[in-house]
């Protein structure tokens, strides 16, 4: 509250020393003003209605089938005998020798879960046998790749293993080739890319038709001398003084309040990341 009675002495200072009718003021309101309209202008071209038609959408799709694929996964289950990064010869050897006798009790016939219960370090697969989401190819490595995705027997449990993570065994359970998502399932997906692309078409063909009524034309030697005035404590505007706008074109002034912010890329939003597989060190 007393900054806002603060605000409005110093306003009411101002006026009385006529301040509002300086030359620098008007130049910066004026740049403030065409910030404003510019934003309104854009906030009108984004809210413009882009129809996509039925044929455009499958026409992407056909042309596009490459960026709809599901990738090849593997279901498995783990055990793993966890080493750590900086482990010692002997640690490794050890960790090894636990591995080992765990291969050693599942060729004999032992349960797999118990084993896995009793000799896993992977606590977020154990709770489950050892059962992992399905992994795609280079989730896990190399080293898991050549293993998993050579397996082809359900049941089938490989040989131990080594990878970044430790001593690994794994139980193949079914293997889930790449392919193309169904076109109803990406339907909708297409359908915002398409309009998002016609949104940024008709900016680029917006702007250039108002630089060609335009002439614009850059003087690099104003632009090399204008300054930015940074006050104390990081205070914009003349003389570090707060609250006042800092100086430059209709670029840096304020957006307008409900101005919509810049178009998302063609291509749509990114993937979500995957959720981890197991626990990791």
Known sequence: LDKLVEEDLFYQEALRRGLDKDAEFTKRIEQIRQGILASMVKKELYEQEFSVTENEVKDYYEKNKDKFMTPETV????????????????????????????????????????????????????KKGGLLPKVRKGLRGEEFDAVAFAMTKPGQISDVFRDKRGFNIIQFEEKEDAKVKDFEEVKSTIDRRLKQEKLKEKMDSTMAGLRSKANVKI?????????????????????????????????????????MPPAPPAGGAPAPAPAPESEEE
Request: cysteine-free.
């Open 219 to 259: 003087n690099e030697n104003v632009l090399d001398s204008i300054q930015v005035d940074v006050g104390p404590e990081g205070a914009e505007g003349a003389g570090g003084m707060p609250g006042l706008p800092q100086m430059g074109g209709p670029q840096g002034a304020p957006a307008a309040p409900g101005a």
């Open 75 to 126: 279901k498995v289950k783990l055990l793993l005998v966890r080493v750590k990064r900086n482990a010692t010869p002997e640690e490794e050897k050890q960790a090894k020798a636990k591995a080992d006798q765990a291969a050693k009790e599942l060729k004999s016939g032992g349960n797999w879960d118990k084993i896995v219960d009793k000799y896993s370090d992977d606590r977020a697969s154990k």
